[in-house]
């Protein structure tokens, strides 16, 4: 198997496959006059914006200038797509870093994490599981408000705007319901949490718990996805098998996304 040392390389590796993807996004974003990849603001915002605008406009045409243009306000879906297919790139590398990193090869690697063996079972294990971590975040979410401390309430990590555009959607759903649970149980619980496990489950789960709360970059969500990442980890050790995570990421993903595209 591997060990912490693979996992460090593995983290730093990681690490560079976030800026190389963060420089791409750079610099199609300096081709274009304005990249956004989500709305501006909520919804009285967006209105004093529309506001502003029609009184430029109004003051414009009484001097006889030229109208100036409406304000950007709503998400490009060109420049959404973008982004999301750029993270969708960023996984299948992830894959292929955790394969090249852990030196087992692909089939090394599936016997190592147990995705060898698919038990139908325990799906409803999973789907319980699942269910507690929604009443959870609900919970959390409860609190965050209450506290009046407004970092502290998650948000979504996927823009709303997606839903506006079937295809900027579709993408959405390849990257949220099968790349992300692919990629990220490979790398957080079968490389880290594998690998840092010589110092401890218990110093591994939170190791990988950390970082995998960290990446998603929404303060508010912090808290709950520690501990979402903890049940993950749980799931990958009580049966040895990586495909019990992957279930449980993929049906909390597809719950979230379900609920998005009812709202259309």
């Not at 973008?82 to 690697?109: P, Y």
């Not at 147990?114 to 799906?123: E, P």
């Not at 506006?164 to 880290?192: C, K, N, Q, W, Y």
Request: aromatic share 12%.
């Amino acid at each position: 198997g591997w060990g912490p040392r693979e996992a460090l390389i593995g983290v730093g590796a990681f690490i560079g496959l976030f800026m190389v993807i963060t420089v791409a996004i750079i610099l199609f974003s300096a081709t274009r006059d304005e990249f956004i990849t989500d709305d501006v603001g909520d919804s009285f915002e967006k209105m004093n914006a529309v506001a502003e605008y029609a009184d430029e406009r109004l003051a414009a045409a009484a001097n006889g200038e030229s109208l100036p243009g409406p304000p950007a306000i709503l998400a490009n879906q060109s420049d959404l797509r973008f982004a999301l297919v750029m993270t969708g790139v960023s996984q299948v590398f992830l894959v292929a870093l955790v394969i090249m990193v852990s030196r087992q090869g692909v089939s090394g690697f599936v016997r190592q994490t147990g995705m060898d063996r698919i038990h139908l079972g325990r799906v409803w294990l999973i789907a319980g599981c699942v269910i507690l971590a929604y009443i959870g975040t609900f919970l959390y979410s409860v609190a965050a408000a209450a506290s009046g401390i407004g970092w502290l309430e998650p948000t979504s990590t996927v823009p709303a705007a997606v839903i506006r555009d079937d295809t900027t959607l579709l993408i959405t759903g390849i990257v949220t319901l099968v790349g992300a649970p692919i990629s990220e149980e490979m790398f957080f619980r079968g490389l880290l949490l594998s690998g840092f496990s010589r110092w401890g489950a218990i110093v591994a789960a939170i190791i990988s718990g950390f970082m995998f709360s960290l990446v998603h970059f929404d303060p508010g969500s912090f808290i709950p996805f520690v501990g979402i990442a903890l049940g993950l980890g749980w799931l990958y050790w009580r049966r040895g098998s990586l495909w019990d995570s992957i279930a449980f990421h993929f049906l909390f993903n597809a719950t979230s996304f379900s609920i998005m595209v009812a709202t259309r």
